[in-house]
């Protein structure tokens, strides 16, 4: 797991405990959908721009390896070797559009419960899912 898809998890996870929610506990979130829509779309650009900050953050880390020399001791069978560190871990693709995935999903079946319950006005929740949509 990473930042970005921890956040995903998390929003997700929020907006979709709020499906199954009473009425009157789901009209207080409603009260707030601004800021649940203002943290999903957070999300989202979080995700979205994680392929233009690891690259960033890789090639920052490349520069200041090779500006200051920087080794790593590895222990093999010949003794004590030192060789450049490992290099940074890139998210998986497939990981990242499973978080959105899982996001968007969550994110629509909350404004469909909200819909529903004729709190939130269908033009509303249609404007939002078409914003959302991958």
């Not at 996870?13 to 943290?39: M, Y």
């Not at 996001?103 to 629509?108: D, F, G, N, R």
Request: net charge neutral; proline share 4%; aromatic share 6%.
């Amino acid at each position: 797991m990473s930042f970005s898809t921890d956040m995903a998890k998390l929003v997700a996870d929020q907006l979709s405990r709020f499906v199954t929610l009473n009425p009157h506990q789901l009209a207080g979130q409603v009260e707030n959908l601004d800021f649940w829509l203002g943290e999903l779309r957070h999300a989202l650009a979080v995700i979205d721009g994680y392929g233009v900050r690891f690259v960033r953050l890789h090639a920052a880390q490349e520069r200041y390896v090779a500006a200051h020399h920087v080794t790593a001791s590895v222990v093999d069978p010949c003794g004590v070797t030192e060789r450049p560190p490992p290099q940074v871990r890139r998210i998986p693709d497939r990981e990242l559009r499973q978080a959105r995935r899982a996001l968007v999903e969550a994110a629509t079946k909350f404004l469909e419960r909200c819909r529903a319950a004729g709190m939130v006005a269908d033009a509303a929740v249609s404007a939002a899912l078409s914003e959302f949509a991958e």
